[in-house]
């Protein structure tokens, strides 16, 4: 055998010989707000990003990196008509479900759906921005950069790069969060299958967290719930 044929040989062997990892990434989009009115210092919109990282060669082994973009004023408390921005904060998951839960707010999430890689790959470097101190947190940031002044929608669907929500468009709480899972969409493997042993893996299922899919809205508001029908027809 030549040299050549026998280097390849080798290589093959090696390469059939060695357990690669597997990866792949999830999407939870979550919102929040207090029952009956929804109040804008109650509310929050947040979503988690999940990688998951498989090795064939020890079934049952994946390991699971959740990523959380929540973005919140330092210090944690809301106030709509604040005239300057402020220094923000970014929680990880079960800090963010708890501080929503205790402040009487009902949650709601969209997921676990399977995302495209090339959409996970903008998370970490939105979540570094974020924590950084760079970007400061402003409840209403009608007119801002939101690479340097947002509110807890923008600094979540501004991953998907598209169009910028405004406040008015896709409203708060639950109505903003759905609105910001509609703009993910296109990102999304099969909107129809969820993921639903990662809400083990995360500890999610022993909080009070009502699940929805992308062709239940929950905004109440007449216009806008046509409008996001609108948006969710375009995204098709």
Not at 201 to 226: K, Q, S, V
């Amino acid at each position: 055998m030549k040299p050549a044929m026998l280097s390849l040989a080798t290589l093959v062997v090696i390469g059939l010989g060695t357990a690669r990892a597997d990866e792949k990434y999830y999407l939870i989009v979550f919102g929040s707000q207090r029952p009956i009115i929804n109040q804008p210092a109650h509310t929050h919109t947040w979503a988690t990003f999940i990688r998951v990282v498989d090795n064939p060669a020890k079934p049952g082994s994946a390991k699971v990196e959740p990523y959380t973009i929540s973005w919140l004023p330092a210090t944690l408390i809301i106030r709509p008509m604040a005239l300057r921005p402020e220094p923000g904060v970014n929680l990880e998951l079960h800090r963010t479900v708890n501080f929503v839960l205790d402040d009487c707010q009902c949650v709601m999430m969209w997921g676990p759906y399977e995302i495209e890689k090339c959409f996970f790959d903008r998370v970490a470097a939105k979540k570094a921005s974020l924590e950084s101190g760079e970007v400061r947190y402003k409840a209403n940031d009608t007119g801002r950069d939101s690479a340097r002044v947002s509110n807890c929608i923008h600094a979540v669907a501004d991953i998907s790069q598209g169009p910028r929500l405004r406040i008015g468009q896709p409203g708060l709480g639950h109505s903003a969060s759905y609105f910001v899972a509609l703009t993910f969409r296109p990102f999304i493997i099969d909107d129809q299958t969820t993921h639903d042993w990662l809400l083990d893996a995360l500890a999610l299922r022993d909080y009070p967290i009502e699940r929805r899919d992308l062709e239940d809205n929950p905004t109440r508001n007449i216009a806008l719930r046509l409008m996001q029908n609108l948006w969710q027809f375009r995204l098709r």
